[in-house]
């Protein structure tokens, strides 16, 4: 008769647990065999939890912001709005500067004030518009943010289930039923990764 052997080993470096199974035991397939030590593994995860944490946060004040600087932003579209009327009124009140300048209705130093006027107007204006394009820059600063916190997230979601995934490859279990023909490693020794635990035959 044939029989194929099978090497139980461990998929990443560690330190055995226990071994729950002796030379000559028959097992079936899936039951646990052996027990690696997940002490470092289960601390990676509560920190890599804890960035994820870290991470969710993040996302939330990006978002805050977002809307902090749209907020802003509406703000400088209303100061927008006031200064084109103040413009609006200082070129109707240096158009009519102009007028009673030349009939000597108003002094040159009325009209040079109604020009002084005008000018200042129309600087307010272009900062008002420079403040709404800053607005618009910031929006974007904020969202890209935003996604830059949603991947770190993601990334800090992949983190913890990886490590779960290494924690659930430290429970070797049986891959068929068969027998154990030898007990090649004991526990507390260390072994390196696909380092074999138990030898079975089918």
């Known amino acids: 008769v044939e029989a194929t052997e099978i090497d139980v080993a461990t998929k990443t470096a560690g330190r055995i647990l226990e071994v729950l199974a002796n030379e000559g035991d028959f097992v079936t397939a899936g039951q ?32 805050s912001t977002v809307k902090q600087r ?8 209303a100061v ?7 413009l609006d009124l200082a070129n109707r009140n240096f158009a009519r ?9 108003i002094s040159k130093e009325e009209f040079d004030t109604s020009k002084a006027t005008l000018y200042s107007a129309k600087a307010a204006l ?24 949603e991947a770190s997230v993601l990334a800090a979601q992949a ?28 526990p507390g020794e260390v072994l390196s990764t696909g380092g074999k635990v138990l030898n079975l035959v089918d």
């Open 97 to 105: 500067s102009e007028q009673l300048v030349e009939s000597r209705a």
């Open 159 to 186: 983190t913890i289930e990886r490590i779960q995934a290494d924690i659930d490859d430290s429970t070797l279990k049986s891959p068929r039923d068969g027998r154990v023909q030898y007990r090649i490693s004991q």
């Open 80 to 86: 927008v709005a006031q200064r084109e009327a103040e």
């Open 70 to 77: 749209e907020s802003e932003k509406a703000a400088t579209e």
């Open 32 to 63: 646990v065999l052996a027990q690696m030590d997940t002490a470092v593994l289960s601390a990676q995860r509560r920190e890599a939890e804890a960035e994820l944490r870290r991470a969710k946060t993040t996302v939330e004040t990006a978002h």
């Open 126 to 149: 272009s900062r008002a518009h420079a403040d709404v394009a800053a607005g618009d820059a910031a929006i974007s600063t904020a969202k890209s943010e935003v996604i830059a916190s």
